[in-house]
């Protein structure tokens, strides 16, 4: 059925929730593992292999939460339920005892990301649902990663205003705002934004798959959906390419280049404002040439970047920023566009299929991220601290050898990697607008 206009405060009601969803990111993906690896004594290897055990169970749990979703014929009420259990678990993981075991970390590690899948899932379903243009849903997308970006900018501003706090007093803060923003902007969401997948599943007739049916229907059409499974694995593929640098930005800052962590949140800073910055501009330009080849150009240029880590000396902080600006605007891009691309596959897969899948589409989309986000924890963690990377051994040469290799050589070959399976990428715009048509004929 076509889709109803969506308005634009609706699609900037929708986006706020992510700003909120965003705030703990840099803390979550960033500071964590070294947080609790090295400042809080747990052990880089103990807290790698924790978080990668977090990872791989989270992951179950995304199937799960795709098919309530698809299932219940609504996303806001998964959505409010999972908010309020990540909530539950980010104060608890962000607000750690002075010597957290390795239970303590499993325990609320994965309470915050079950509750983060039972949000997530059903959140990019909806803003798949919320319009069927081309274009519109590039701009949506931007939109909902934008506004991801404005809440990364502020987590990274609260630490530098905060000159003199601990970093435990700094994530305990980025707790707080998470919360507070959380509360505001997703009962904003619930109450004013349409849920379309109502009507879709009522288009659509019949009644819902079960678990065990859906996720085998799907694990069987996904090895005859090439279009998924290629832009799938490009996601996997540059998701861990993003990973590496992002667990070890922290262990690069303090123990390669010996800068202080005032100066780190400001490097953490720029690199997201640079990605808010870029996002217009790859929007634009993705109207133009084509999605996927403009997130091709970004994964270019990122490479471009890395290729001069090598380069760098300890306290070249000018050197790093602007790394970190060309980067974090190549991030912006890995932000919008693939989001972007998959809910075009999703029109693709119902034509293709006679069903609607959204939600365990972007499930498997999820797990995919996580699973790039474990790999990264669970294997560059346990590597550098097995080759002495910590406080007492800061100058160990074959250690910062190695996180020279994990940080910036090999995303440079995975991203390469990533560039192939997507520059030929077959479904554009032309293509798009025309399945639309036919799912339109067929009333679905």
Not at 301 to 322: E, H, K, N
Not at 416 to 426: K, L, S, T
Request: charged share 15%; with cysteine.
């Amino acid at each position: 059925m076509p889709h109803p206009d969506t308005s634009r405060l609706s699609s900037v009601l929708y986006a706020l929730p992510a700003m909120a969803a965003a705030v703990p990111t840099i803390p979550a993906y960033v500071l964590l593992p070294s947080y609790y690896g090295d400042d809080l004594g747990l052990g880089l290897g103990i807290t790698g292999a924790v978080l990668l055990l977090v990872r791989i169970i989270d992951m179950m749990t995304d199937p799960l939460a795709g098919w309530l979703s698809d299932r219940s014929g609504q996303r806001k009420i998964w959505v409010g339920i999972g908010a309020v259990v990540a909530g539950i678990g980010l104060w608890f993981l962000f607000t750690p005892p002075p010597s957290p075991s390795a239970g303590y970390l499993f325990l609320w590690a994965s309470i915050l990301f079950l509750g983060w899948t039972l949000f997530q899932v059903p959140y990019l379903a909806w803003g798949a649902d919320l319009s069927g243009d081309y274009k519109k849903r590039t701009s949506i997308t931007a939109m909902r990663e934008g506004a991801g970006l404005l809440g990364i900018v502020l987590a990274g501003g609260i630490p530098v205003v905060m000159t003199h706090s601990s970093r435990a007093g700094e994530i305990e803060t980025l707790a707080i705002v998470t919360i507070i923003l959380g509360a505001i902007f997703i009962a904003l969401m619930i109450w004013r934004v349409p849920d379309r997948v109502a009507q879709y599943r009522t288009s659509d007739g019949g009644n819902p798959d079960s678990l065990q049916v859906t996720v085998r229907l799907g694990i069987r059409s996904l090895r005859q959906n090439g279009l998924f499974v290629r832009l799938l694995s490009a996601w996997m593929i540059n998701g861990l390419a993003a990973g590496l640098p992002a667990v070890c930005f922290p262990l690069f800052v303090r123990y390669y280049l010996k800068l202080d962590q005032e100066t780190e949140n400001l490097l953490i800073l720029l690199y997201f404002a640079a990605a808010i910055f870029a996002i217009p501009l790859w929007v634009v330009l993705a109207a133009r040439m084509g999605k996927h080849r403009i997130w091709c150009a970004a994964m270019v240029l990122a490479i471009v970047a890395f290729m001069f880590v090598p380069m760098l000396d300890a306290g070249d902080a000018i050197g790093f920023a602007v790394i970190c600006i060309f980067t974090g605007a190549a991030l912006g891009a890995d932000l919008a566009l693939p989001p972007a691309i998959q809910a075009d596959v999703d029109d693709w897969d119902r034509f293709r299929f006679g069903k609607r899948r959204t939600a365990l589409l972007f499930a498997l989309w999820n797990m995919t991220n996580k699973l790039a986000m474990a790999l990264a924890a669970g294997i560059a963690l346990p590597i550098l601290g097995a080759f002495g990377l910590t406080e007492g051994r800061s100058d160990n040469s074959l250690a910062l050898i190695v996180l020279v290799l994990i940080y910036a050589v090999i995303p440079i070959v995975l991203k390469a990697g990533a560039i192939g399976m997507m520059w030929g990428f077959p479904l554009d715009a032309s293509h798009q607008v025309a399945i639309r048509r036919r799912l339109l004929r067929r009333n679905v």
